[in-house]
């Protein structure tokens, strides 16, 4: 007798037969029962995750803060770029960088968050690309 198609693929769910046994029983050759599939070795345990070093906290000045970039096309002074970010995810993202880039790896992220929290409002950096036709701006407040 056929096994019916919802039987065979409960039993490849199940991981009682193979793809390849559940295959051959679909298209109906299989002829003699199928001998079920061992079971997998077990899923070794995986290992502690070494503990981060210490960051300190995102400075409370930062709450209220943005830091603005803009890029301007110079020619016809339309925005191409205009992103607002809050201080407090460019810390964020400052103290994430810390632990995956090791060009930040001798960063004083507590000094330059303190410099960020301490400094005033006001423009950064203001360059223009001839080359590319671009003005970027970029400001905090």
Known sequence: MEQS?????????????SAQQAAEQLRGGAGAPVPPVPPLDAV????????????PPLPAGLGQR???????????????????????????GLRLGAHHAPQLE??????????????????????????DGERVQIFVD
């Not at 070794?44 to 981060?52: G, M």
Request: proline share 8%; net charge negative.
């Open 5 to 17: 198609r919802s039987d065979i693929l409960s039993q490849l769910a199940a991981g009682s037969i």
């Open 44 to 55: 070794p345990p995986v290992t502690a995750v070494p503990p981060v070093a210490a960051v």
């Open 66 to 92: 943005w830091l603005r970039i803009r890029v301007t096309d110079l020619n016809t002074g339309r925005p191409r770029v205009n992103v607002n970010l809050p201080l407090t995810w460019v810390a964020a």
């Open 106 to 131: 001798n960063l004083d992220l507590a000094q330059l968050l303190h410099e960020v929290e301490a400094g005033g409002s006001g423009q950064l950096i203001d360059v223009e690309d001839l080359d």
